[in-house]
């Protein structure tokens, strides 16, 4: 239904009435034959188009086109777009505006994470609770705790068939009217999984194995790997209650991964598969998703081989690296420009957790940031120091995370030595994000 009292201007400028819009868009439903209809406010035209056979086109096949003029509709827009294809659907948002559009790959994002969930619910609890709510739930990603496993971490990944299922959830949980258990959970979009292409997942020998005791040791693993084929274990990089088993072979590799998945290794039930590559042209890759960028391998005493390997399920996590003054090889620097305050520009109060994470330039503000979102408290340093042999003072940092719903404490401490004290404090809060 378009007002005929309402007038838009079109592409040259001019002043077309409700009643001319209206019948541009009816032309052109008559014209392709597409049906029209607005709901959420967006105007989805086609999906599917007329005499469509089959399934809807697979994940991939959708791009999101920005700063589209508020004077174009579809009437104008159907025939640009179409010089590229067939248009299965397009939807329009209303409030766009600007003068160059951007088009780009649509991600797709069929995942939500929701946050501050209480630790003693089990997967099944959590899957029921967003069934009752929100619909197209397909599946619930929980991780244990690390150092109790008949706890949750306090947040989940909530998986649905498709990312207007998962849109529209979000909608529907944000507001905060939700409150499963009496808490408010908080929810964001997670980071889409990382996807590889299958040439290079072919090449790859190295595990990902998770859910480990903390108390397991990298010996015990590589001897439990070696157990259906003695020496097939290159080496094994544990970190907190996950690890990587590199292989010699990739076809041990694959072999291993079936025979141990589901195993269980002291007392802890493991969950094995391969693990994605890498790009070492980032810098910090996702905490949850188990990456770690070259320049914290280097700090932390880990090698940087061609297999690196990254396990990717969750939330975002961008860190630069700034030790001694200067960015790390690869990660990108992070804009800081200074504009000019006018008078009378209107400022409101805001928290920093209101924030986005690439507003936060370094590791210790980050993890701040993180331990409120988990509903931690906030991260205690204590600070301490030691002589070299050439007498300078060199500094650490160890760090106290406190979880304030089950009164849980764990520490951090890098074995690495600063010569100031805001890089031990930067290496300490980097530490303690790889190994939380």
Known sequence: MYEENKTAANGCGKIRSGAQNGAALLALMEKTGYSMV??????????PPPGWEGPPPPRGCEVFVGKIPRDMYEDELVP?????????????????SGKFIGVCVSLDNCRLFIGAIPKDKKKEEILSEMKKVTEGVVDVIVYPNAADKTKNRGFAFVEYESHRAAAMARRRLIPGTFQPWGHTIQVDWADPEKVVDEETMQRVKVLYVRNLMISTTEDK????????????VERVKKLRDYAFVHFFHREDAIAAMSVMNGKCIDGASIEVTL??????????KQHFNGQISPSSENILGFSNKEDGTQKSLGKPASLPVRLNGQHSPGSPEVERSTYPFFPGIKLTPVSMYSLKLNHFSSAVMHLDYFCHKNSWAPPEYCLYSTTSQDGKTLLVYRVLISSIADDSQSYFMPEKLCT???DAKELAAQFTLLHL
Do not use: C, D, H
């Not at 640009?80 to 766009?96: C, D, T």
């Not at 693993?221 to 097939?232: D, L, M, R, W």
């Open 38 to 47: 607005q709901q959420n406010g967006q105007r989805k035209f086609g999906g």
């Open 80 to 96: 640009v777009f179409e010089r590229a294809g067939k248009i299965y659907e397009l939807r329009l948002m209303m409030e766009f």
């Open 221 to 232: 693993i590589k001897a439990e790997f070696n157990k259906f084929k003695p020496g097939v």
């Open 275 to 284: 693990a994605k590559p890498v790009n070492k042209e980032s810098s910090w």
């Open 420 to 422: 100031t004290v805001e």
